[in-house]
């Protein structure tokens, strides 16, 4: 072996172990580890992935500013207090929709400092070329394989990417809020789809009926008891027809009230999250997304590694060069691209 391997090695040995031992400052290590996709990422989480498989996750959704950061801290409160361990991993907290996002990751900080049943991770990979739903799968692998019970995962719902990341979580809250200018947010961006349990937070605000009452009608209108099947790399909810399922085998979609700040209604909404949990057990819906997160994270790490084999392929300014003759007419972008991908 030679001494950089060596080193990686036992790097990748210790960091693991430390992971498993519970060491915080290695967790904190190891997750910078595949956040930057070090070259020895790949092995540190092939000595943690044996390990993963015990939390549960809950990814946490919705438009901007609707509170989520806020409900994050208030539901891992809430999990604290029913000896429950957490781990927090906020995607892109830096939102450029809000001027609150920040103030919200600071109050959350200030409630869950010192505890250590509680780790939290923010990340900004916005921008990192179709890597951020690999890289936030890993992160909860490690966070997984550390033991904790719990794991949220905050992101905004404004593209498909936050959809898919929420979409492999085994609970999925879409959370909107009165008082956004629209009364339901989350329609426009089509991830009322894949929720799980719905939330009006700022349930104080004025206008929090008309919210209320506007999702109501939508799960009226949808159908409930949706169930989810996979097409073409997307998850897609179909509607079980009424006949066919057991009416008590279903999971009913319902809409909870919160005060994030105050936490009103939190305590209920940690027990419906916990209600979910058992039914997905229970009714063999589990194993079924299970599925779905393994599926995912196999195509995201094959997708990840094409995109850095083509970069590491196409010498520097070949792709500069070939847009200048494509724009000369000299070549065009069909025979281009099949000629930079020659060498993959
Ligand atoms: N009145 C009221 N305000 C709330 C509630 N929950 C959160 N807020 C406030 O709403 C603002 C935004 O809260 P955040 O938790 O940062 O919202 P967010 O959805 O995480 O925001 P982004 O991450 O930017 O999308 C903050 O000023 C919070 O204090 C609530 O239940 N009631
Ligand atoms: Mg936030």
Known sequence: MSSRALKEHTSVALLAEGVLNGNRLMLSRAISHVENQETDASALLTALYPHAGKAHIVGVTGAPGTGKSTLVTALALSCRGAGMTVGIVAIDPTSPFTGGALLGDRVRMRALAGDTGVFVRSMATRGSL???????????????????????????????????????????????????????????????????????????????????????????????????VRHHGQLLRVESPAESEDEETRWKVTVMKTVATDGTGVEDLRQRIDAHRHWLRESGEMAMREQLRIANTLENIIRAELNRRIAASIPAGGLEKMVEKIRRRESDPYAAAAVLLAGV
């Open 130 to 228: 179709g890597g951020l739903s690999k890289t936030t799968g890993d992160v909860v692998t490690v966070l997984d394989a550390a033991g904790f019970d719990c794991i949220i995962v905050e992101t905004v719902g404004v593209g498909q990417a936050e959809v898919e990341i929420a979409s492999t979580a085994h609970t999925t809250l879409v959370v909107e809020a009165p008082g956004l200018g629209d009364e339901v947010q989350a329609i426009k961006a089509g991830i009322l789809e894949i929720a799980d349990i719905l939330v009006v937070n700022k349930a104080d605000r004025p206008g929090m009926d008309r919210t209320l009452r506007a999702l109501e009608m939508m799960l009226d209108i949808e159908g409930n008891g949706a169930r989810y």
